[in-house]
């Protein structure tokens, strides 16, 4: 089973960034997607954004979209979050997910459950 751990999380003011870290060890991404989701207290989980490791394409809530960029460092194992302009409704626990992604079409439905999860790192954008 694929591990999960992130990183990066912390408290920054409106307008300022992040990088949020994605390690997997257990397993080789090659043949999965990574997801990025977030929970903000009071909210249900949202799936922020994800990346196919078969064809590297990626996927954006409407919200993060032109703010937010995922990508990836195979020789690291790792996944990135970089996450630009916040704003105070970014604020949440983001967690990164694995899953199988055989086809390239996993991150089509990040409504479905992902197989493996990470412990999660806070997101505070506030003045």
């Known amino acids: 089973q694929v591990q999960l751990m992130e990183s990066g999380g912390g408290l920054v003011q409106p307008g300022g960034s992040l990088r949020l870290s994605c390690a997997a060890s257990g397993f080789s991404l090659e043949h999965l997607a990574i997801a990025w989701f977030r929970r903000a207290p009071g909210k249900e989980r949202e799936g922020v954004s994800c990346i196919s490791m078969i064809d590297v394409t990626t996927h954006y809530l409407d919200s993060v979209k032109g703010r937010f960029t995922i990508s990836r460092d195979n020789a690291k194992n790792t996944v990135y979050l970089q996450m630009n302009s916040l704003k105070p409704e970014d604020t949440a626990v983001y967690y990164c997910?694995?899953?199988?992604?055989?086809?390239?079409?996993?991150?089509?439905?990040?409504?479905?459950?992902?197989?493996?999860w990470g412990q999660g790192t806070q997101v505070t954008v506030s003045s």
């Open positions: 997910a694995a899953d199988s992604d055989l086809f390239g079409s996993r991150c089509k439905d990040l409504g479905v459950d992902f197989a493996s």
